[in-house]
């Protein structure tokens, strides 16, 4: 079946440094690329999404590229900070037929700021 | 307001019992999920309905059976509860299937 890998899943860096959580996917046909954010003992939550018409989006201190050719997209985090701990998961949209979808998540990145 | 709310936060309870988790939300949209997360942090979707139809339905035990009264509710009722259905369980939803889904606060249950 499709699915989507997520590298690495565990990353650690320095506070201010950037972060770089790496996805692909196998489905050509994926219009539709979430990141979330979850917290220790929170609910997973939308920090940023991108769609097949554009190949970059930018909110603050985060961005998402994306690359249809290669099949992959990535989440970068700049000038990290403290409050950015949390384990980060990347999906992807797949088609299940009569118009439905379903998104298939990677396995998630536990990304750890050191101070 | 809560968008996705579920009850109860937290359940323990025995072996072989029978638990039910209910959900609502009050976004308007027409898709809701069941989603399990284990220790490994693996989020796995369990069920899906899209306007009260069941489009998703992946490989779970049959004592698992979701119930969606109308597109606003899905709740989730376990037979015979094992150990190995100690985890937390997420209710989310979402205008359109495949769409940014929105997450409840999720259901932490421990089979003991």
């Known amino acids: 079946g499709e699915n989507v890998e997520q590298h690495p899943s565990t990353l650690s860096v320095q506070e201010g440094d950037s972060a770089v959580i790496k996805c692909t996917y196998s489905?050509?046909?994926?219009?539709?690329f979430p990141w979330y954010k979850q917290e220790l003992g929170k609910r997973p939550q939308l920090i940023i999404d991108?769609?097949?018409n554009v190949g970059e989006k930018k909110d603050q201190r985060i961005a998402v590229t994306l690359n249809k050719t290669a099949k992959h997209f990535s989440l970068h985090i700049t000038e990290t900070q403290p409050e950015d701990s949390a384990v980060y998961f990347c999906?992807?949209?797949?088609?299940?037929?009569?118009?439905?979808?379903?998104?298939?998540w990677g396995a998630g990145t536990k990304l750890i700021i050191k101070p | 307001d809560t968008a996705v709310s579920q009850t109860p936060k937290y359940l323990v309870t025995q072996m072989g019992n029978d638990k039910s988790i209910k959900c609502e939300q009050n976004l308007g949209h027409d898709t809701m999920y069941w989603y399990k997360q284990d220790s490994k942090k693996f989020l796995k979707i369990m069920f899906s309905y899209n306007n009260k139809e069941l489009i998703i339905n992946e490989t779970v035990p049959n004592r698992f059976s979701p119930k969606s009264p109308d597109k606003a509710h899905l709740n989730l009722h376990i037979n015979s509860l094992e150990l190995g259905d100690s985890a937390v369980y997420f209710c989310?939803?979402?205008?359109?299937?495949?769409?940014?889904?929105?997450f409840g606060e999720g259901s932490w249950l421990t089979v003991v």
């Open positions: 989310a939803s979402s205008q359109r299937s495949g769409n940014t889904i929105y």
């Open positions: 991108i769609r097949s």
């Open positions: 999906a992807a949209s797949i088609g299940l037929g009569d118009s439905n979808y379903q998104l298939i």
């Open positions: 489905d050509s046909a994926s219009n539709y």
